[in-house]
């Protein structure tokens, strides 16, 4: 572990956060219902819940998280109005599959139960197969280096405090399933400060950087440009990859 600071009782504090380490991830991704025939179409909804499976509470006001597995890291926000088509639903509720995010850009993802109009179904091409799945959820390095932690770690904790208040927070980056590029898109329309803020990661080609930071009581996990905090970071951030990557 090549965290600069990782405090045990703040880890408990602030495990519900977000960016959770893959701890538990198979368990909760093992038993997967029934694939259905043909993929089908929702529109996610605002004011979401945080996914208690994760030791997760409380509501996620945009929309809902995009994660790479199960409890696993935040890539990006599915915002209310977005789609997310359903490839694969697990026995506690998370979703598999394709979310459509503004400018076209697309990725294979998680998300968690509940944020979805069960009313606005539309038919869909199948899509997001197992093994795009499989990687993304096994391998960290797929989207992301410099890590505040070391694999199955951190949990969401603020492990490399930043102070963001001069930068601009964004919902989205990634492009696509590749995560190897993207912009900056989706701006949260809020001021950050430096309320509970903590570095989590930068994305794999190294332009931005994923944070938590607190606005009206409540854990973002959003975007910034890397430049605007690559003087606060460490120079000792963790670029090992899951064990389960292969
Ligand atoms: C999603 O939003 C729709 C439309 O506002 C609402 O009817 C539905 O109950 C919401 N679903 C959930 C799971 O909150
Ligand atoms: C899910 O992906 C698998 C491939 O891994 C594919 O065979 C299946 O048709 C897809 N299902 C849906 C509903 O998209």
């Known amino acids: 572990m090549t965290s600069r600071v990782s405090l045990p009782s703040r880890a408990g504090r602030f495990a519900a956060a977000g960016a959770l380490a893959l701890a538990g991830l198979a368990g909760t991704a093992a038993t997967l219902a029934s694939p259905a025939q043909a993929a089908n179409s929702y529109v996610v909804n605002g004011s979401t819940p945080r996914p208690e499976a994760c030791n997760n509470h409380g509501t996620i006001t945009p929309g809902t998280w995009i994660t790479n597995g199960p409890c696993g890291y935040v890539v990006g926000t599915a915002l209310a109005g977005n789609r997310f088509e359903i490839n694969q639903t697990s026995d506690k509720g998370f979703h598999y599959g394709r979310v459509q995010l503004s400018g076209g850009a697309n990725l294979c993802v998680w998300i968690p139960p509940g944020a979805i109009d069960q009313g606005s179904r539309q038919s869909v091409a ?73 570095y989590r990661y930068t994305t794999k080609d190294g332009k931005a950087s994923m944070i938590r930071t607190d606005h009206n009581g409540e854990t973002y996990w959003i975007f910034v440009d890397r430049g605007c905090i690559n003087g606060q970071l460490p120079g000792n951030l963790n670029n090992q990859d899951n064990p389960e990557a292969g």
């Open 126 to 198: 199948d899509s997001c197969g197992d093994d795009v799945k499989t990687r993304n959820q096994n391998s960290r390095r797929i989207f992301g280096r410099d890590f505040d932690s070391a694999p199955h770690s951190g949990d969401g904790a603020i492990v490399v405090p930043v102070d963001p208040t001069a930068c601009q927070g964004y919902y989205n980056y990634f492009d696509n399933s590749d995560f190897s590029g993207g912009s900056l898109r989706d701006p949260v329309g809020f001021a950050l400060t430096d309320t509970r803020s903590g």
